[in-house]
């Protein structure tokens, strides 16, 4: 199967302190390639389900699933059924209406951040690859957590972590 990871290579002049020297610099970037629709399908459902039917929510997992894809260099199917990742697959939010208003709402959330268009307010570093709400985890799965750094807290009690 396709990765999700291309490499993009930027030519950068870098003005050196010597007059008339320019450096060019190869910096590589990683971005994502379009999401097959049937990926699409399975973030939108693990959004809702996720988010617990919060708009704030839907775009911080969103980011947390793209990350995830960049930094293992896996598909979105891959990231997902990953064992015990995300619990919101289980649950009745799983089985969302694809052609309801939040499915699209969420799909338009989609299409945005994996172009990297986020609103300021709602950007999560790009090490940010965990969330649970410790209101609703294990003591031990909450002390694995606390052993990173935490990048936001939501109005909904999510709390997103990063690697350090």
Known sequence: MIGYKTIILLFIPIILSAPGCVKTEIKQEMVLKPIPMKE??????????E?????????????????RCKFHNKTVHEII?????????????????????QAQRIANIVDSVWNNITPDSLLLSDSTLFFCNPKLVKQKTLNWFNKMELDKVSENNHHYYKIK
């Open 51 to 67: 988010s617990s039917e919060c708009y704030l929510d839907a775009w911080r997992v969103a980011q947390v699933i793209r990350n």
């Open 81 to 101: 059924y990953q064992k015990g990742q995300f619990s919101g697959i289980n649950t009745r939010l799983w089985n969302l209406n694809l052609n309801s208003v």
């Open 40 to 49: 699409k399908e399975l973030l939108i459902r693990t959004i809702s389900s």
